[in-house]
């Protein structure tokens, strides 16, 4: 199965950025997004290994304090992928390089 690591957006934040799909759709013909809008954290992955990933990610969430992310505009990567950008955040990119070396011993992933 292809799984991902990703932060969801809150209902906020979610309804925020299908307005601007939407918007983007109607002027521009852009389509819609297929996916929720999130944050990647470690890009989709091959795994037979669910439970054990569902497990990881339930205790690094209860290890977890919130905190703030935000917007920079948009940016976009091939020619079929519009998104918007986060401003610098220690906190997230301290979180990403934690998960990501996590992964890579528990799981034996490449941070790709």
Do not use: C, W
Not at 81 to 96: D, F, G, R, S, W
């Amino acid at each position: 199965m292809t799984i991902g690591y990703a932060i969801m957006a809150n209902v906020e934040s979610h309804n925020f950025i299908r307005k601007i799909q939407l918007e983007l759709h109607q002027e521009m013909g852009t389509g819609l997004a297929r996916q929720s809008p999130h944050v990647t954290i470690k890009s989709p992955f091959e795994t037979d290994e669910i439970e054990d990933h569902v497990l990881y990610l339930e205790n690094l969430s209860r290890s977890m304090k919130p905190f703030e992310m935000e917007l920079e505009g948009f940016g976009s990567f091939s020619d079929k992928v519009i998104y918007l950008a986060l401003k610098q955040n220690p906190k997230l990119t301290e979180l990403h390089q934690k998960i990501l070396s996590e992964v890579k011993r528990r799981f034996d992933l490449e941070p790709h």
